[in-house]
C-alpha cells in the first residue's frame, strides 16, 4: 500500500502587506494541541478537492546554495 | 497546486491557506516531480533549500503617492519613480508568475489605488489563477477602489495610530479619513483589516489600535516592524522600537490577541522577537513561521519592475526586471546575502532556531552595520551577546 504521507506545514490567511510575510499568530497563542485538531481537516480538505483536477505547475528545482 | 524539492504546496480556498506536503502526500493529491528521483534526501526538507519559485510576489505598483509619511519605506512622492510600468508590463509580468506557478500578490505602492487599471491588473490575476491582494492609505482613489474591492482576497488600510496618535507616526492628520475608507470598505466585502507599523510612539497604543480594529469588525490586524528604507531610513533612530520594546512586543500582542479576539499577523522581520521567547520550535516549523525569506518564499518588484528579494532590498544584483524572474531564480548566486543566510556569524550560527529565523531582518542589518549578512543587530539575542562579549573585553582593560 502506498505511503499516506504528511502535511509538513500550513501558512494560513492572506497577505495584502506588500513589504513582508506576515504570520498569523493564531495557533502560535492556541498552541500545538489545536493544530494537532486541526491538521487532519486541512488534509482531508486537500484530498476531497483532489476531484476537482487541480492545475499542478513543476518548475524546476532551484541549484543547491551549500 | 506546486510541485517542490520535498513534495508539493497546495493551496486551500475555505479555510485560506498554503499547505506544504511531503512527496507521498503530493502523489495522493496528483503532483510529483521530475526532479524527485535525483534528489531521495530531499523528501520533506522544507527550507533546505529555495523553493522552485515564491510562493508570493511583492509589487509596488507605482510610485506615486502626494501623502509624504515621514517613514514611508519607498520614499514615495506624487511625482511617482521613473520609467513606471503599465498595466500591460505589470499584466505580462503577472502571466510570467503564473506560470511559475506564484500564489498569492501582494499589491502596493505609493498609493496604487490612484491606478485607473488597478482592477484590469487584479483581474488578470485572477484569471490567472493568483490572488491579489492590496494595501492601500486609504486617503486617496477610494471611489475608484470600492467598485473592484470584490477582486482581491484582502485589503488592509494602513493605520499607524488612532486619532491624534495617527499623525504622530505619519505625520499627517488624516484618520478620520482612513477610518472613513475601512468603514466604507468593509461595508464591501469581510476581508478588510489593518496594517500597523509599530514604532516606538505608538508601541504602548498596540491594544487600543487592536481593539479599534475589534470594534470596526476588521478580519485581522497585521503589525510590521519599522524598516530602515526609503524615507524610514532617516527617520528610523527616532521611531524604531527600544530593545524594551522589542523583548515586549510578543507578550503584548499575544494579551491582547486573547482580549479582543481577532487574528494577528507578525511580519517575518518579528521572527527574532517570536523566538526569543523560546516558543515551540516544532510548532513554529508547522505553521511556517520564519524569519528572513526574501528571495526564497518571496520576491518584489519596483514600479519599474525591477527585482529584488524584498520590498526593502536593494534592486538584485545585475538588475534584472520580474519577467526575467524564472532565469535568474536558478543563478547560483541569485539575491546575494538573502540566500546566504546559512553562513551566519554567532549568536545565529549557534542559535536553536537560526533555521527558521534565518538572521533576522536584513534590511536592518544592512542599514545599521553596512553589511545585510550580519545578525540583525534588533535581535535580543544579539543585543545580549553583544553586550557579554562586549564585558568580556573590557574586563581585562578595567582591571
Given at each position: ?6 502535511i ?13 510575510l ?5 495557533f ?11 491538521t ?7 484530498r ?8 499542478v ?10 | 497546486?506546486?510541485?517542490e ?8 480556498v ?10 507521498a502526500f503530493a ?21 533546505g ?23 514611508c ?9 521613473p ?23 501582494a499589491?502596493?505602492?505609493g ?11 487584479a483581474?488578470?490575476a ?16 477610494l ?12 485589503i ?21 479619513e482612513?477610518d ?18 509599530v ?13 479599534y ?13 519599522f ?9 528610523f ?10 523583548r ?32 515551540d520550535r ?17 520576491v518584489?518588484?519596483r ?12 534592486p ?17 548566486d ?33 542599514h545599521?552595520e ?8 534588533e ?7 553583544r ?6 573585553i ?6
Open positions: 500500500m502506498a505511503p499516506r504521507g504528511r509538513l506545514a500550513t501558512r494560513f490567511g492572506l497577505n495584502p502587506n506588500s513589504s513582508s506576515g504570520v498569523d499568530v493564531t502560535l497563542l492556541l498552541g500545538a494541541a489545536a493544530l494537532s485538531i486541526f487532519p481537516v486541512v488534509g482531508a480538505l486537500l476531497l478537492r483532489r476531484g476537482s483536477s487541480a492545475h505547475v513543476d518548475p524546476p528545482s532551484p541549484a543547491p546554495t551549500e | 497546486m506546486r510541485a524539492r520535498f513534495g508539493a504546496i497546495a493551496e486551500l475555505r479555510p485560506r491557506a498554503l499547505v506544504f506536503v511531503d512527496r502523489r495522493r493529491l496528483g503532483a510529483a516531480s521530475s526532479a524527485w528521483a535525483s534528489d531521495p534526501a530531499g523528501d520533506g526538507d522544507v527550507g533549500r529555495p523553493l522552485s519559485a515564491p510562493i508570493e510576489a511583492h509589487l509596488q505598483l507605482t510610485n506615486r503617492c502626494d501623502v509624504g509619511c515621514q517613514g519605506y519607498t520614499g514615495a512622492t506624487a511625482h511617482g519613480a520609467g513606471e510600468w503599465g498595466a500591460e508590463e505589470w499584466k505580462r509580468a503577472l502571466d510570467h508568475l503564473a506560470e511559475r506557478g506564484v500564489f498569492h500578490l499589491l502596493g505602492g498609493e496604487s489605488a490612484i491606478l485607473p487599471w488597478l482592477g484590469e491588473v483581474a488578470h485572477r484569471a490567472r489563477g493568483m490572488t491579489p491582494n492590496l494595501t492601500t492609505s486609504g486617503l486617496a482613489g471611489d475608484d477602489l470600492l467598485p473592484i474591492a470584490h477582486l482581491f482576497g484582502q488592509n488600510v494602513s493605520m499607524d495610530g488612532i486619532g491624534p496618535a495617527y499623525a504622530a507616526v505619519r505625520g499627517s492628520d488624516r484618520f478620520a482612513a472613513r475608507a475601512l468603514r466604507l470598505l468593509r461595508a464591501r466585502k469581510r476581508e478588510v483589516g489593518i496594517n500597523v507599523v514604532t516606538r510612539l505608538n508601541f504602548a497604543d498596540l491594544d487600543e489600535i487592536i481593539r480594529a475589534r470594534r470596526r469588525r476588521l478580519n485581522e490586524v497585521e503589525l510590521l516592524r524598516k530602515p528604507a526609503g524615507r524610514g531610513a532617516a527617520a533612530a527616532g521611531l524604531t522600537c527600544s530593545d524594551a520594546q522589542h515586549a512586543f510578543w507578550p503584548t500582542v499575544s494579551r491582547a490577541a486573547r482580549r479582543h479576539r481577532i487574528r494577528i499577523r507578525v511580519d517575518c522581520s518579528y521572527t527574532p522577537m517570536l523566538v526569543h521567547h523560546r516558543l516544532r510548532l513554529l516549523e508547522r505553521l511556517a513561521v520564519y524569519g528572513c525569506i526574501a528571495g526564497d518564499f518571496l518584489g518588484a514600479a519599474n519592475g525591477a527585482l529584488s528579494a524584498c520590498s526593502f532590498a536593494p538584485a544584483p545585475g538588475r534584472p526586471r520580474l519577467d526575467d524572474l524564472a532565469a535568474y531564480w536558478e543563478k547560483d541569485a539575491f546575494g546575502p538573502f540566500r546566504a543566510w546559512r553562513d551566519a556569524d554567532e549568536p545565529c550560527r549557534s542559535c536553536e532556531y537560526h533555521s527558521l529565523c534565518r538572521g533576522g531582518c536584513k534590511a536592518v542589518a544592512l545599521l553596512g553589511d545585510a549578512r550580519r545578525p540583525d543587530p535581535c535580543p539575542r544579539v543585543v545580549d551577546f553586550r557579554g562579549r562586549a564585558g568580556r573590557r574586563l581585562p582593560i578595567a582591571v
